[in-house]
Structures are given as structure tokens and as C-alpha cells.
T-cell receptor, first 113, second 114 residues
């Protein structure tokens, strides 16, 4: 039973445009959400997070939006750059500790120069 | 080293053989995690260490899987009598302590069972 879902396996965006990656979850107890970015042959690296007490968190070109009623979060990248091309994983937890993270299957973003 | 290091990067083994995967966490990180990612799946939690003890082994898929950690540092994940369904990328991560949900990942070991 996949508690965190990324329904788009891939996304292509033109350089300079906005990339929007989506994530849905089923467990209403989740209260902390993270995005990880993964390049080929490398491990995932933490990108940005959001707590359920907020509905938006911004870090430079990256903004995460949380809609608790819809159990949906999204990652916006503006403007998209070719170096952003990677697989993006959404993760959620109801308790502290990375052992309590539930990951989505990832979305492969390709930013076209 | 500065980051989490895993070895080997790739491992091809015959069905039925045992394999050992190694993880060197970031120095000073007391929490260590093992995950695996099978084709088309998300990261699946396997086991968590706090120091040398494993308070959460809930993700180990069968008794063929075991892990240990020594000296509060290096960890080894052992898979006995490997099966084809064990083929996956095995990822290790560490964090300063269990209160940190954002962990730092190694590059992974790609295991192929033929």
C-alpha cells in the first residue's frame, strides 16, 4: 500500500520555465514532508521540507506547497535550469527519524536547454 | 570522509550466494539507516541503528536479511541465500541523531542477482 504517490514518472520542461512536481499522500497523520533530489549514480540529497503547520516553504528557486485538506504537496522550481534535471522524491512522516519516512516512487525531471 | 560512503558500488552475484554490503556513515552521526529501491518503486526502509543497536528492524523483508553496526560507525548489511527479487539498489543514510528526519544518503550499492 503506497502511502505516498507521485503519479507522474517523468516531466520535461523548457529552461527558464516553471517545473511543478506533484505528490499525494493518504495518511492524515503525516505532519512532515520532504523533497529529495537524486542524480544518476548518486544518493538522494535533501532539498527542502515543510511542516504541516505551514502551507508554503521557500528556499531560493524552490518552493514547496502543502494542501492538507487535499493531502497534496507540490514542488515548484522557478526558473528551471538544466542542472535541475534529476529524479525528485517526495517523502512524508508522522514521527521524527528517517526510519519513519515513506517515499514516493519519484519523478524524473528533464530541463531542456 | 565528508559524506556517506558505500561499497561496493555494484555487485553481481549468483542466486543462492551470500552478499555483504558496507556503509561508512558521516563521522559523528549516531543514527544510520538502510533502505532499498527496487525497480519502479520508492525507497523502502529496511533497518535503523542508533549507535550499535537496532531499535527498528521492521523493514527487513525476511530472515535472510541481517545487519550489524560496530563501534557506532561502520555498518554491514548481509543478505543470505540471495534471490532474484533481492536485486535492487541498497542505500545507506545517516543523520546526527534520530531526531533529524533529513538524512544524508550514500551513493548506493546496485545488487544484481543472476
Amino acid at each position: 500500500d503506497q502511502q505516498v504517490k507521485q503519479n507522474s514518472p517523468s516531466l520535461s520542461v523548457q529552461e527558464g520555465r516553471i517545473s511543478i512536481l506533484n505528490c499525494d499522500y493518504t495518511n492524515s497523520m503525516f505532519d512532515y514532508f520532504l523533497w529529495y533530489k537524486k542524480y544518476p549514480a548518486e544518493g538522494p540529497t535533501f532539498l527542502i521540507s515543510i511542516s504541516s503547520i505551514k502551507d508554503k516553504n521557500e528556499d531560493g528557486r524552490f518552493t514547496v506547497f502543502l494542501n492538507k485538506s487535499a493531502k497534496h504537496l507540490s514542488l515548484h522550481i522557478v526558473p528551471s535550469q538544466p542542472g535541475d534535471s534529476a529524479v525528485y522524491f517526495c517523502a512524508a512522516s508522522a514521527r521524527t527519524g528517517a526510519n519513519n519516512l515513506f517515499f514516493g516512487t519519484g519523478t524524473r525531471l528533464t530541463v531542456i536547454p | 570522509g565528508a559524506g556517506v560512503s558505500q561499497s561496493p558500488s555494484n555487485k553481481v552475484t549468483e542466486k543462492g550466494k551470500d552478499v555483504e554490503l558496507r556503509c561508512d556513515p558521516i563521522s559523528g552521526h549516531t543514527a544510520l539507516y538502510w533502505y532499498r529501491q527496487s525497480l519502479g518503486q520508492g525507497l523502502e526502509f529496511l533497518i535503523y541503528f542508533q549507535g550499535n543497536s537496532a531499535p527498528d528492524k521492521s523493514g527487513l523483508p525476511s530472515d535472510r536479511f541481517s545487519a550489524e553496526r560496530t563501534g557506532g560507525s561502520v555498518s554491514t548489511l548481509t543478505i543470505q541465500r540471495t534471490q532474484q527479487e533481492d536485486s535492487a539498489v541498497y542505500l545507506c543514510a545517516s543523520s546526527l541523531n534520530q531526531l533529524n528526519t533529513e538524512a544524508f544518503f550514500g551513493q548506493g550499492t546496485r545488487l544484481t542477482v543472476v
